[in-house]
């Protein structure tokens, strides 16, 4: 399995405080069968989330080493979860933040309450200049959990989702649950991640859970992330819209 979405690199947001709980996060990824992972602090621009990359390779290179002492060995790589504004090209272009393992995929998220009006004018623009955006968690965001429509138009406009482990569990709510079902029933998802923080979350075991359960699971915790590190187009999906029911129900 792969995780593509956690903030496991030490120091540098609301995740993982030390190099130790970084490690101690990774021996229980490893004890899952978790093989490779992408690193993706926080990108905030204008907040203290926004560390160079350049700091985020060598701290990333430090966890490599002691993971390596450590007998740890998962593949890690580096990557940005991005908050989303409407200067993203710019910011990436001047080097303020880098894309998943510096590939063609760029993961951002939204306010989880307030619906940005330019994503569509964004999404274009990001696909014209050959960047193809995965949209986080998108089952989390309470516009969507109240119009799952939005869903087919940004899936038509060329966005990606990324769903969390926890959604499946009930760890963001009963709505978030139902959603992230909704998302995989029309085989929107392209990818399954962790969102994990730190040592005390127990989102890799329930990683395994899914990988253990679900029917596409090898797509989307292995075969898609792996397209990613290496950079190569990921299958175009043969989805079913959303609709919705005279009695105000998605289905």
């Known amino acids: 399995m792969i995780d593509i979405h956690n903030h496991i690199l030490f120091g540098v947001d609301d995740g993982s405080k030390s190099i130790e709980e970084s490690i101690g996060i990774l021996k229980k990824a490893k004890e899952q069968g ?28 430090n966890l490599k080493n002691e993971a390596f002492k450590e007998n740890i060995n998962i593949n890690l790589y580096l990557g940005n979860e991005v908050f989303i504004e409407y200067n993203l090209l710019e910011l990436l272009k001047n080097n303020k933040f880098t894309t998943l393992n510096n590939s063609r995929y760029l993961l951002f998220e939204f306010s989880m309450n307030n619906f940005y009006q330019g994503i569509y004018d964004l999404l274009f623009n990001l696909r014209s200049n050959k960047i193809i955006p ?7 965001y309470s516009f969507i959990q109240n119009n799952p429509l939005l869903l087919n138009e940004l899936v038509k406009h060329g966005a990606l989702l990324q769903l969390d482990v926890g959604s499946f569990f009930g760890q963001y709510g009963t709505n978030a649950k139902k959603t992230a079902k909704l998302i995989l029933k029309h085989n929107m998802a392209s990818f399954i991640a962790t969102d994990t923080h730190h040592l005390s979350d127990d989102l890799y075991e329930k990683m395994k859970t899914l990988n253990d359960t679900l029917e596409n699971a090898n797509e989307l915790l292995h075969d898609n992330p792996k397209k990613v590190i290496d950079n190569e187009l990921i299958n175009e999906l043969e989805y079913s819209e959303i609709k919705k029911t005279i009695f105000n129900r998605y289905k």
């Open 134 to 140: 995965v949209i986080a968690h998108p089952e989390r």
């Open 34 to 61: 978790i093989t490779d992972i992408i690193i993706t602090p926080h990108f905030v621009n204008g907040t203290n989330y926004q560390v160079e990359v350049e700091v985020l390779q060598n701290k990333l290179n």
